[in-house]
């Protein structure tokens, strides 16, 4: 059969942690092996003989996700019945068994082995089977929640769509929220870019065979503008940023054009980093939490503590951030005062301002050291933030883009720390500059690039470089 790259992506991951629980399956055989041989009266074994079990584990961890693969244990995993699961199950621990016994036909096997052994297949078999349940119940789940599906946005003539989707395999449409089937031969490219702004769509996918080819290339910039990743069944299209790539929906070969990082093993590791290293920078950083809150409420009472805003995530998608308050507690009120007393240090939509009067006393303080952006470590805890990418805009600044091609920095996890805020904002007045560093950044992602922006922000924070 053939799979998409996220399908094949995603089998990898469960490959890695069935392997995972492969290996925790045996070590737990491990450690019952002497308490099964004393309830028994066999008595207790030697240690020695649990290393010499290692060449098992060799054999074991790497090949029992592949033939998992090879039995069809990772096919529609939503529509599997638990029937279906234990029948591959058993035919995988079978061939291992099978396996393992002809490798001991050459070795002399000692009662504690085969006790590992036994044990080891055993917790496999449950484990596996238990991972297998619980992934179908999720996806099941997923299926359910309409904001966990991927929102998509299918354009092409409604005949065209018809036969698209009707060729599809339902198990690859389950996944999707389809937001609106576009007409791309009664409406406008114009259309298509609000949709795509207001709706916060993930990708869309053209099934534009008939359609006329310049309204496509249109559509197709569109998509590119903003950073969402177009799809095309049709014709090649040349493009000036996103990188063509073929990928399969189904069995139909689909051309990408694709300009933000691709779904790859340096992402899913970037998304395990984030919310680790966050997590344990809260933990770190508890004494400070407790020294700004104390603070802020001393100096500034009668107002909260926390200051919240919503701010356009990826695909503009909103969502809450949050801050140790710095200003006053009618800041918002005071905003278009504050533009006309004083300006903007900063040309175009957003506005910064050296010193802005709303900021009380300790509030600049916490500014100076970057202390105010640590609660938003809750938000990279909860997936809105990364802990590298472009900084969040309020919804109203997004709004007020001049150009659309400024939208497609929304096309990433917006991030507590960027290229902008270590590579000199203190220098940066022009918000064309700003988004050129957040373009760059976003057209050249690599985690060695997030590691090195991550290293730079430690100084940046430690001697409040840039901090307003």
Known sequence: MTISRKQSFTTQAFQLADALLVWVAFLIGGQLRDVVRYLVGMGIGDDDMLASMNWVL??????????????????????????TSVGQLVRVLVVIVLVIGAIAVFAKWLDARRLILGIGLIFVFVLLLVRDRLTTVWLKKRRGNEAARERV??????????????????????DWNIVERFDLGLRGV????????????????????????????????????????????????????????FDMVGAKPMLVLRSTPELSWELMFKAVFDRVAAVLAILFTSPIWVVAYLGVRLTSPGAPVFFSQMRAGRYGKPFRMWKFRTMVANAEELLNKTKEEHGN?????????????????F??????????????????????????????LPLYEVAAFSKMAHRRRLSVKPGITCEWQVGGRNQISSFEEWVELDLHYIDNWSLWLDFCILLKTIPAVLFGRGAK
């Open 58 to 83: 060799y054999v074991c961890v790497p090949f029992t996700p592949l033939l998992l693969d090879r039995f069809g244990f990772y096919d529609r995993m939503r529509q599997k019945t638990t029937r």
């Open 153 to 174: 946005v299918i354009a092409g003539s409604g005949q065209e769509i018809d036969e698209f989707l009707a060729q599809l395999d339902p198990e690859i449409t389950a």
């Open 190 to 245: 114009e259309e298509l870019f609000d949709l795509l702004k207001s709706q916060a769509v993930g990708w869309v996918l053209f099934a534009a065979r008939h359609t006329e080819f310049e309204k496509v290339a249109k559509a197709v910039e569109a998509c590119e503008l903003q950073g969402v990743e177009a799809w095309i069944a049709a014709s090649f299209i040349r493009a000036q940023i996103a990188r063509p790539e």
């Open 345 to 361: 240090r900063m040309d175009g939509p957003v506005f910064k301002l050296d010193h802005d009067p709303r900021v009380f006393r």
């Open 363 to 392: 509030g600049a303080w916490l500014r100076g050291g970057s202390i105010d952006e640590l609660p938003q470590l809750i938000n990279v805890v909860l997936g809105d933030m990364s802990l590298v990418g472009p900084r969040p």
